[in-house]
């Protein structure tokens, strides 16, 4: 279980805008992948741009634990030496995955196709979070997994099953349950087919092709065969949209910004954030749009512009969903009303996002009606200082430091411990822009 954490506190206070240029670290998403496909791979790979916060940081020493040989990560350089999709060792202890939703629900799926048992553990955020949602579906694959009574982790998955391929309708757009799925589908016989109310995140399928393993899609339906192998290889993985959104909305609300974003992550499923904030009356210009690794990156100019509030369209809430935190500041700042609904998975995210945010900004004088799948916000051009709590989710943390910027008064920001799960060089890389953060450690 988690070691005991020391309790940090946020003190942010806005000047002159966001300025200057900045390269985020890498993606999350992107980042979790990368571990779990190389370490399955036959062949060496070698990863640049990981991200080396504690969430990947925990799927690193989860593989390390089941046998695998890792170098690094340096600078966020890794270099796995792939066991291939039968040569994962049991895991002399539970496997501790810390704050990290992905590495849990996507270890599960995997951990289904063991010969051995394990065990997956989480902090207290984690055992929090419904893992029923995964544990069904790779029970109809024929997993034999253990939840706690509220069908939570702690997670004990049974080895030496027999997996069967299923065809699965997601209830909800989540990457998380398609993505557990198709890595117990490797291990499955017959065909894996995961179908999508709507689109959501799609590196693992983007990232197996990548491996050499064939991935089908038709429309909003994802099928694989199991059995086949993996090729390890390069991964390099861009800057992390969902970490650049941040600075998106700091620059976009405080007047007198402009900023460059560099080699940020522009995969169609994840650019919700920018739609949204455009639709806002945001200045985003993307520049030098390549792709690398299968994934596509751009530079992203943004410039302060006055913002107003919008009804937010549904289908774009899946491809935005970790960014919401961030987008009620933005609608904070904007001038009118903005509706979010449709998105109540937000409540069941490392905090629930609603309410986190919802109290907070109230306490920064904001105007607004929590509804339970999302919130109305009366907008307006600046924000009352004040004290607000994080309750331990990186991304409120770190919302909460933006908003901030148009505050007329710092704001004092509890319980940010977990900022180095995602972003662990937020505070520097903000101060090197323009956003003055003192941190207090207890
Ligand atoms: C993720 C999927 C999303 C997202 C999470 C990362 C992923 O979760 O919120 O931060 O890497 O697959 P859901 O699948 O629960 O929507």
Known sequence: MEAAQRHVVFRACGGNGLHGRLRVPGD?????????????????????????????????????????????????????????LHGLSAPAEPLDMGNAGTAM????????????????????????????????????????????????????????????????????????????????????????????????????????AGFGYPVAREGNRVSLSGNGRLQGGRVEVPADISSAAFFLVGASIAPGSDLILEHVGMNPTRTGVIE??????????????????????????????????????????????DEFPVLFVAAAGAEGET?????????????????????????????????PDGMIIQGGPSLRGGKVAAHGDHRTAMAFAVASLIADA???????ANVATSYPSFVDEARRVGLAIDVQQA
């Open 28 to 84: 999350k998403s992107i980042s979790h992948r990368a571990v779990m496909f190389g370490a399955l791979a036959e062949g060496c790979t070698e990863v640049t741009g990981l991200l080396e916060g504690k969430d990947v940081l925990a799927t690193v020493a989860a593989f390390r634990a089941m046998g695998v040989a890792i170098d690094g990560p340096e600078q966020g350089r890794l270099r796995i030496e792939g066991a291939g």
């Open 105 to 208: 629900r996507l270890l599960c799926g995997l951990l289904a196709g063991q010969a051995f048992d394990s065990v997956l553990v989480g902090d207290e955020s984690l055992t929090r979070r419904p893992m029923r949602r995964i544990t069904e579906p790779l029970a109809a694959m024929g997993a034999c997994i253990e939840t706690s009574a509220e069908g939570t982790a702690p997670l004990t998955v049974r080895g030496g099953y027999d997996l069967r391929g299923v065809d699965y309708a997601l209830p909800v757009a989540s990457a998380q349950i398609k993505s557990a799925l198709l890595l117990a589908g490797l291990y499955a016989s017959g065909e894996t087919c995961v179908t999508e109310p709507a689109p959501c995140r799609d590196h693992t399928e983007r990232m197996l």
């Open 276 to 321: 949204i904030l455009r639709l806002m009356g945001a200045d985003i210009e993307v520049l030098g749009q390549r792709e690398v690794g299968g994934e596509p990156v751009a530079d992203l100019r943004v410039r302060h512009a006055p913002l107003h509030g919008v009804r937010v369209p549904r289908e774009l809430v899946p491809l935005a969903i």
């Open 339 to 371: 509706i979010v609904e449709g998105a109540e998975e937000l409540r069941v995210k490392e905090s629930d996002r609603i309410a986190v945010m919802a109290d907070g900004l109230e306490a920064l004088g904001v105007r607004l009606e929590q509804r």
């Open 410 to 416: 710092p704001v004092s920001v509890d319980d940010c």
